[in-house]
């Protein structure tokens, strides 16, 4: 897999030195207690690491800074154990580039009602400190999550798991990069968008080469390599033949192989973690790259498309949150292809021409080789499966000229029972929340592209909650969603993000 960092979290305790030294050893006994519990916890998808408790804008500022500073760290969990006057955080607010969690919660679950005392009431503050504390993010706009609970509760444990998958997210934006050979698809509207401005707001750099790059990477591989990794293929996947000639299927094969060698080579060379085609930039490519891209998906690489350079971030960004999940059952780019209109089963065969990302895939891909009128090239070998059922999450990112916006929408993947033999591409049928019908009403008001990158392993929260991170416009489409409130929220987001 494409690597990410071991990423740590940040834990801070706010506090201040109003209450004396023997206070502020039991708040580090506390605070360090519940990095130890959660860590403890097993629900935590990376380590916490306790830091000092924090009691003046020096100290803040400093440990905000490191934070930032620190390759590792993908993110801090602030909490305020007692009052801390929140004047003293605005320097080092100002200063903090990594995702925050507001932790709001409390040392003690229970009120010890027939002991308490003011001892017991100036200990445990949080209740009011964090409200002085969140007035100032908020005055500041500061971007952050916010869970509210005790800290041994499992929701709380939950919420803190699933936002530090949006931190990976975002701090892997701030460096994504972003190859595209060729230029955007002649006339088309929705892949296009403003690479400056997405530089300036997420972190990409999307360069283009010219596709002889890609060809000449290909053709240096050495023939031995090039054999071996179609061995592999033939070990790895089912080949269906269709009764085409073994000699001359195995050659269209290995022409993937070629190309898949030679792109990694050449994505690692000048560390690209995303990639982008266009079937009318060939070049000297004999193929369209079909299973050397879903190959490369697999392995934690993004892809777009028809120069669709912003979903293929997205699906990079998909696939860098989703990293190490156990039992993970995939993430890829993906085309709302055809309805399957018949009322009260209405669903979206969702495919491409080739590029699927075997991740999903329910049982053994099996590889094809087979005609392909884009591209003018010969006969591309591809791998062909079906997705696996479950819930997922369907989104596109789209720039409407004056920003971006991202489009969320809840799918559930749909079992696919009835054979599909003539059918020469991967493909997933789902149906998006709260039904097709709505669901596309939806999502054509607001502009949704027809190229969405997907996953099974991530929530819509958790991609909203990236999108709040880059401070863009979100939308959200789920079960909840009625025409009338979603067409509402648009005309009000013209305003608020003018
Ligand atoms: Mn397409």
Redesign the pocket.
Known sequence: MLPTPDYVFWFATGSQDLYGDECLKTVAAHSQEMVAGLNASGALPFPVVWKPTLIDSVSIEGTLQAASDDPKCAGVILWMHTFSPAKMWIHGLQRCRKPLMHLHTQFNREIPFADIDMDFMNTNQSAHGDREFGHMMTRMGVPRKVAVGHWTDPRVQAKIASWMRTAVGVVESAHLRVVRFGDNMRDVAVTEGDKVEAELKFGWSVDAYDVSEMAKAADAVPAADVEALTDRYYADYDIILEGRDPAEFRRHVAEQARIELGLRAFLDGHDYQAIVTNFQTLGGLRQLPGLAIQRLMADGYGFG??G?WKTAAMVRLLKAMGAGIKDAKGSSFM?DYTYHLVPGAEAILQA??LEVCPSIASGKPAIKVDFLSMGEREDPARLVFTCKPGAGTACSLVDLGHRFRLIVNAVECLPQDVPMPKLPVASALWKPLPDLPTAAEAWIYAGGA??TAFTLDLTPEQILDWGDAMGIETVLIDKDTTIRAFRNELRWNEAAFR
Do not use: S
């Open positions: 498309a028809e669709d085309e491409h021409m027809h190229h």
